[in-house]
């Protein structure tokens, strides 16, 4: 069961998480260029090894086991397998949309 970082990481992109990971599973680097246009930092479930380094580090308790992940930001779980799979969050696959006051992301068909 990998870890999954969610909305509170949304604007803080903190990076001590990525300096604790001992796997170098957490994307992207400070020093990517691709960190100034992530909104937020993503977690790959295939090379995460569970280990939990990244948890106690976070500054915005963004970071959650998929099981303790609360229902209402179950999709950050796909959001962050999303981005391993390409290296870069692949917005196409996500409309974003306001609902009920709350951000969320929906996946779209691909067409």
């Not at 981005?83 to 409309?95: I, S, T």
Request: aromatic letters at 8%; glycine letters at 4%.
């Amino acid at each position: 069961m990998a870890y999954v970082i969610a909305e509170p990481c949304i604007g803080t992109k903190d990076t001590a998480c990525v300096d604790a990971c001992p796997v170098d599973c957490i994307h992207p680097k400070k020093d990517s260029e691709k960190y100034a246009t992530e909104e937020m930092l993503y977690i790959d479930p295939v090379e995460c090894i569970d280990c939990g380094a990244c948890v106690p580090v976070c500054p915005v308790a963004a970071i959650f086991t998929l099981e303790d992940l609360p229902e209402k930001w179950q999709h950050f779980a796909e959001i962050n397998a999303s981005y391993a799979v390409g290296g870069k969050f692949q917005q196409d696959k996500f409309q974003k949309r306001v609902a009920q006051g709350a951000h969320v992301e929906q996946e779209v068909a691909p067409r």
